[in-house]
Each structure stands twice: as structure tokens, then as C-alpha cells.
């Protein structure tokens, strides 16, 4: 029998090559059960082995190239969790999830403002936003009940980390808290209809994490923040274009070029406040078409 099926095979059968990075197998035969068998044994087997592939690579991707390596200055993976415990449980009303939405998207702005705060050695200003960072930090657990508590956990820490920087005027430290936040909040929203998409927001959280590398004047750090941005901002381009901010994509690819071809610290530094302000009208072309859909 087996021999049968192999001459059937080799006389209605025929694989053309494979092309590199192509999972499908393209096949000419003719009308016949038993090649229809072998055609959907090959396809099961070649689809579970693609499974595994995705799986692998989103494991791979968003662990080195999304979010941010694990070093001192950074929302490490040893704080930011990228479990399925993140995503909202099917019974989240709508209305739920839109108030832990805008708390997320509060706190990530006090921590933002905390950030400049910080650099500008405005620590009186910086223990104010804290404590509505703080109470609004206390709304999002009550409101979140449970939901993804690792990374709740890391936003705790982190704003700890932040109070106790703020306390003794550790510059640098306390830039480096409220940035974490902001990561860690960019996380915790993507489950959720967010404004702006997570993309923007890690823009952002490089942008200032060149401010604080390029004053440490730690080049090799801030060359690889930047291979970081670029994957990034290659992901956030199709929405952008997608919401008809071509403009806004071709200034920021300049941004790009020049980070790319940046060799001293000082670059670095300068082109950050560019980053900055060009992330602020990102945020505006998804802001305003939420202001009209809502």
C-alpha cells in the first residue's frame, strides 16, 4: 500500500521549492482523496510549527526590541510583567474601563510633569503633583480590583522609588521613577480603547531616557536606546499615515536620521528636546480624532 501511495504521490504530486520566509507549501496536483490526505497532514504540521514561530518571536520581541532592556534607568522586564493576567476579564464594562483608562493616562501625565519638574530642581512643585500622582495611583487600584497586578505592583514601587527621590532632591533618581511610570502606565493601558497608541507613548519614555543617558554621558546606552526607537517608530508609522499625518511622519523621520548619526552625548541631548516636542503633536493627530469620535 505504501508503495502505491508513493508512485500515486510522485506521479500527481509536485513541490516547487520553498521560498525563503514563505510557510506555505505550493502544490500542483490533481483531483485524488489520498493526495488530499497528504496535502492536509503537511498543512496541519506546517501551520503548528508557524504557531510555535509567532509565539517565539513575540516572546523575543517584546522582550528586546519594544519595551525597554533591563538596566538601572529603564522600566526593566524584571517589573513590567507582559502576561495574559494584563488583559481586562470579559465582564469590564465599558464605562470601568474607560475610567481606569483616563486614570492611567492622568498618572502618566503627572509623571511626565514630575520628570521636568525634577530636572528643573522644582521640588516643591514635584511633591504637589506627587500627591495627586499618589491619589490618583490609590483611584486606579480601587477602580482596576485586582487587574493585572504585577504591573500594579511595579507602579507602586516605582512611585515609592519616586516619593523617596523627591524627598531627599536625587535628581537624577527621581527623573528616572517618573519615567518608569510612564512606562509602566503605557503598558497597563493597552488592553484598554486607548487615545494614543503605546507606541507614541514609549516614544516619549526614549526621549526622555536620552535626556537622562546624555547627561550621564553614557554613549553606548544612548546608541542602543535609539536602535530601540526605531523599531518603535517603524511600528507607529502605518497608524500615522493611516490618520492622514504624513507630515507628522516625515518630521519625525528626520528626527530619526539625525539620532541615527548622532556620536557625542551633547547630539543626543539636543535632538531629545526635539523628540519631546515632535511626540507631543503625535499624540495631538490621535487625540483630536478621539475628541470627535467620543
Keep these: 500500500m505504501n508503495n502505491l501511495r508513493n508512485a500515486v504521490k510522485n506521479t500527481f504530486f509536485i513541490e516547487l521549492p520553498l521560498k525563503k520566509g514563505n510557510w506555505d ?12 490526505r497528504e496535502r492536509n497532514v503537511r498543512l496541519t504540521a506546517q501551520l503548528k510549527m508557524f504557531v510555535v514561530f509567532l509565539s517565539c518571536f513575540q516572546i523575543f520581541f517584546l522582550s528586546g526590541y519594544i519595551f525597554p532592556v533591563s538596566h538601572v534607568h529603564a522600566a526593566d522586564e524584571k517589573s513590567i510583567s507582559h502576561d495574559k493576567n494584563s488583559s481586562p476579564s470579559p465582564g469590564v464594562h465599558k464605562d470601568k474601563a474607560n475610567t481606569i483608562r483616563d486614570e492611567l493616562e492622568l498618572i502618566s501625565g503627572y509623571a511626565e510633569d514630575i520628570f521636568d519638574l525634577a530636572k528643573a530642581d522644582r521640588w516643591k512643585k514635584a511633591s504637589k503633583k506627587l500627591l495627586i500622582l499618589e491619589r490618583g495611583e490609590k483611584n486606579l487600584i480601587n477602580t482596576a480590583n485586582g487587574f493585572a ?10 512611585s515609592s522609588d519616586l516619593e523617596r527621590a523627591i524627598n531627599t532632591k536625587n535628581r537624577q533618581e527621581a527623573m528616572t521613577a517618573a519615567n518608569k511610570i510612564t512606562a509602566i502606565t503605557a503598558l497597563l493601558a493597552k488592553p484598554f480603547k486607548q487615545r494614543v497608541p503605546t507606541n507614541v507613548m514609549l516614544l516619549g519614555f526614549y526621549g526622555r531616557e536620552l535626556v537622562i543617558w546624555s547627561e550621564m554621558k553614557n554613549t553606548n546606552k544612548l546608541s542602543a536606546i535609539v536602535s530601540k526607537m526605531h523599531l518603535t517608530w517603524q511600528t ?7 490618520e492622514g499625518g504624513s507630515k507628522d511622519v516625515k518630521k519625525f523621520g528626520e528626527i530619526m536620521k539625525r539620532l541615527e548619526a548622532a556620536k557625542i552625548p551633547e547630539e543626543y541631548g539636543r535632538l531629545a528636546i526635539s523628540v519631546l ?18
Excluded at 500542483?28 to 488530499?36: A, G, L
Design 236 to 242: 507607529l508609522m502605518p497608524l500615522l499615515l493611516a
Design 277 to 294: 516636542d515632535e511626540v507631543d503633536n503625535l499624540e495631538k493627530v490621535f487625540t483630536q480624532k478621539s475628541s470627535r469620535t467620543e
Design 149 to 158: 497586578g504585577d504591573n500594579l505592583s511595579a507602579l507602586t514601587k516605582s
Design 25 to 36: 507549501m505550493q502544490i500542483i496536483k490533481r483531483e485524488n482523496p489520498i493526495i488530499e
